[in-house]
Every structure is written in structure tokens, then in C-alpha cells.
């Protein structure tokens, strides 16, 4: 299948998940993100901030969980920039520095930027990986161009409901694949 029908196939899926299982499948990918990486080394994490209308997987759970556990851990967030369609970087401090874009994605408002090279790991928004760990997101590039631009050292982690599928057809040279996908029910390495 595209990304165009995988895209719509996954989205239409993750929206029919009751709330329950939504839950049900946050805590078991927060069990497994912490309990089969390593998170030693990383100095600095960058996290989406989940958009509750489409049901994204919950990264505060992951977010809160790093910052009691793992104090040296700094947490970068991402913002949209409109102009140039490109992801920036800020560091997260407090809630209120978040306001919901016109996507209905939180995002800070103001903050002090992170150096795209100083991030070691990227919680990455999707909705399905392949085997390849390609992943298919939204469609507008953000991540695959953010992606490009970070260290090579730098560890994308897709956090996604469903397992991965065996092949995304359209693949292209511009795709950046993940390292891992996280999901209920195992941690997929590529």
C-alpha cells in the first residue's frame, strides 16, 4: 500500500480505538520504551507533544516518567515554523508555555532553543512502520526533514498502536528511517 492509503487506513483505525484501549496501549508502550532502551547516554530527548483529537500516543506519560527518573535528561519540544516550513527546538520548561496551533498541535510559544546537533533521541509521531522502519506520518515532511538534519548519532523512535506492516510502497530517498518503533506489545530495532 501508499502512504496516502496507509495513512487514511490507520488514522480511520487509531480513531474507532475506545478510550480504554488507547489507555491500555499508552502504558504498555511507556512499560516497553523504558524497559528496552537505554536511556544512559542520552543527554538531551526530543518529544512531540500528542494531539488528543487524532490520538496520538501520550508522550507525557513518557515526558513526566523521564523527568523524576532520569533528572540529567533534558526534554526538547518541537514547533512549526510556518515561513519555513521546518521543525524548531525549544526546551521545555512548563505547560504554560504550550498554545495549540492551528493543526491543534501543543506547541511552545516562547522558550529557549535546542541546537538540532546537541539532541541525542527523537520521539517520532506516526501511524504505521515497515519492516524497513520506514514509518508513514501526517504527509507534510516535518520529521523527515528535522531528521536530516540531526546528528548521525541521533536515535529516531517511532511510538506507534499497531506492529509493523511488511512494506510501504512508495518509499522515497527523502524518508528517514526510524531505529526503533515502540508499540504494546514489543520494541521493533532496525
Known amino acids: 500500500m501508499t502512504k496516502a492509503e496507509l ?15 488507547v489507555d491500555d496501549y499508552n502504558h504498555d508502550i511507556c512499560e516497553n520504551f523504558f524497559a528496552k532502551l537505554d536511556l544512559s547516554k542520552i543527554n538531551i530527548l526530543h518529544s512531540f507533544i500528542p494531539m488528543e483529537k487524532t490520538k496520538e500516543p501520550d508522550t507525557w506519560i513518557i515526558i513526566n516518567k523521564v523527568k523524576n527518573q532520569f533528572p540529567h535528561i533534558r526534554i526538547s519540544i518541537p514547533r512549526i515554523n510556518v515561513q519555513s516550513i521546518v521543525i524548531e527546538n525549544f526546551f521545555f520548561e512548563d505547560p504554560r508555555q504550550l498554545k495549540t496551533n492551528t493543526w491543534g498541535i501543543p506547541e511552545p510559544e516562547y522558550g529557549v532553543p535546542t541546537a538540532t546537533d546537541a539532541i541525542d533521541m527523537v520521539l517520532v509521531p506516526m501511524l504505521i512502520a515497515d519492516r524497513s522502519g520506514h514509518r508513514v506520518g501526517y504527509g507534510k515532511g516535518f520529521y523527515d526533514k528535522f531528521l536530516s538534519t540531526c546528528k548521525p548519532s541521533c536515535i529516531p523512535v ?3 498502536f499497531y506492529e509493523p506492516i511488511e512494506r510501504i510502497d512508495d518509499v522515497n530517498e527523502l524518508d528517514m528511517p526510524l531505529r526503533y518503533c515502540v508499540t504494546p506489545h514489543k520494541v521493533h530495532q532496525f
Not at 7 to 21: A, F, H, I, M, V
Request: aromatic share 6%.
Open 7 to 21: 495513512r487514511k487506513k490507520y488514522l480511520n483505525e487509531r480513531l474507532s480505538l475506545s478510550e480504554k484501549d
Open 158 to 160: 517511532g511510538l506507534c
